[in-house]
């Protein structure tokens, strides 16, 4: 028997237990969350795997039961001992590479911030790119600070009506009960700044979020001394009509760089992810004009401070704004430029003397930013077609370059895939774990992200074609296990048959097919359904069944989006696909996580070129799910004949009718001739050796390449480091 903890050592346990619950490394840290997991299964399960909602939920004396067991405290304190040797770690890429950053920091700004579902404040790809460029900084040990803002209804929440149509509501976020701080200044006191909107002087106040060594702040206007719009300002990602959006543009861009200056930060390079941000120049702007340069000086200035990455050639994307609402929105912050509100509005014009022109946010990105990339090598072709006329030069030579898109691995990694993978490398079978802890002592953390750990893929001997497809099985039951879950939610008026008929739902030996993303029209998330007799007969087939798992959120406004749903839902319900197709309301992070994982096949078919990147295709190859990709954005990179599937070629026509016809039926031929004949060639043993062959080599070739830690090593030399 150990001796019992003191009260002393169990005080330090739970100050820690609570340190680390609002930093969201345990987000990407298995033994972090197996903790808050343990003292609440269930707690962990409603509560949406939050761990500072978890901890509210226990007691104290609980918790201090709890540590007294010697097997609980020792992990915790493990835990936190890896906690804080992460925090202290000076021994980062960061440090060795690009130590000045330290001083002065990258200052990244971004509308949304995509971190975990327990924060859900980001609405789509742009947000969750934001979040693992982030947690990828931190792994890095940049010198790097965040700002977006703090949504207090975060992103809308679906539901489907009788009608099968999508509806929103608001789950309200509550700061005391997810992982954010708020901001204090030197006496302990709220640190709150101002911003002008209008006429008016608007205060806004400060959440932190810990995302490992580096701090996110969001702006926050919900204070008393607001008058309600104002306080309502922040309520809704992307809420409202183009009124509220230039308003919250004003508070992230302006209002993020004065809370900057309040915390005596002196950043090397502002870097606006996406257009919402661009108003940070004219503060930077402001700022020099105030000690007396020039508006022409303060630009040139201004400049070499800046840079912008552009997210996609879809027109809607960028914000364009009325001279009016410009007028109307800037006129009390403009009275300290002394320029005339034209040479203003230039700046975010491509013809500075068109007075009908709008205002773009792109534009005045582009026209104040060092440098400007684009998120893959053919978006940055279209984006150089795309602005073109704003720099009158050829079109090989206009300055936009590309960083193609990344994820943060360890935080897409299913838990059960980390520990598969965990295991792999502690496992001394064969030597390969001597081979990694030489190569990488005992940090995991970079061994999973290094090419060397992938390569191992391709040797049976490491992991055999029977441990991967017992993967493959154990996922895609996890994932059939949670849909029927979801849908036995999702119809909360059944009856007993309808308890047996969702137990059939999905067969675990089915060759399963996931899409899931925002249901943006060019997406086309109904594609594959246009040879529907066809797609009958591969669903139907006894012998080599194929089914579909479908997700994801239309726009509040988009109509055209929701008909796109409804058409899916209608058909699981109404057709003789139903029980092969199921959609899964509600698409997250925690659904898309499950679907990567438990999917053997990654559909996406966007209308090319319009997927500036993607990022949904990447997370799934370290699960062994293959994608099936249209050649546009990040695939185009990425496949190489072996390692997943193409639809069509490296090309497109002109013509979207004519598009859509050729790449439904290039889809329906590639599922028929390649995958479905593919996935179901099965030795005697039942494996399917040329499939597991080909989700080998996909691991060795597309895992190490797209991820945030290459693609923040590429902004850090290519970007933040040049300068
Ligand atoms: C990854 C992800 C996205 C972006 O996926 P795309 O492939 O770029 O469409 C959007 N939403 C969620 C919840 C995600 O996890």
Redesign the pocket.
Known sequence: MKKPLTGAEVNELIAGLNKLSRNLWWTWNQEAQDIFQRLSPRGWMNLYHNAVAVLHEVSEYELRVHLQESEFSDRVRAVLKDFENYLSDRNTWCHKHAPQLHKNPVAYFSAEF?FHESLPIAA??LG?LAGDHTKSASDLGLGFVGVGLFYREGYFQQAIDSNNWQTEYYNPVDPKNVPVEPLLDADGERLVCSVEIGLNVVDFQVWRVNVGRVPVYLLDTNLPANEQHFRDLTCRVYGGDSTTRIMQEILLGIGGVRLLRALGLTPSTFHMNEGHAAFLTLELIREKMTVGKSFNEAQSLTKPECIFTTHTPVEAGHDRFSPDLMNYAMQRFCTQLTVPFKELLALGRVKASDDHELFCMTVLALKLSRSANAVSELHGQVSRQMWQHLYNVPEKDVPIGHITNGIHLLGWMKGSVRHFWRRKLTDNKNGEAKFFREKFGEDWASAINHASFWEKMTDPTFVSDEELWALRYKLRRELIEFARRRLLLQNQRMTQGDFIRFDHLLNPDALTIGFA??FATY?RAPLVFQQFENILKLVHDKHRPVQFVFAGKAHPRDDEGKRFIQQIIHLSKHSELAGYLVFLEN???HV?RQMVAGCDIWL?NPRRPLEAS????M?ASCHGCMGLSIMDGWWREGYDGQNGFSIGEDSHPDNIEEQDRIDSANLYKTLTKQVVPMFFNRDVNGIPREWIKRIRHGMATLVPQFTTDRMVKEYTNKYYAKH
């Not at 993607?614 to 295709?617: A, D, E, F, I, L």
């Open positions: 995509g789509g790809g969750m993303r925002r997406k698409y997250d992070v898309a996406n993607g990022t949904s295709g997370k």
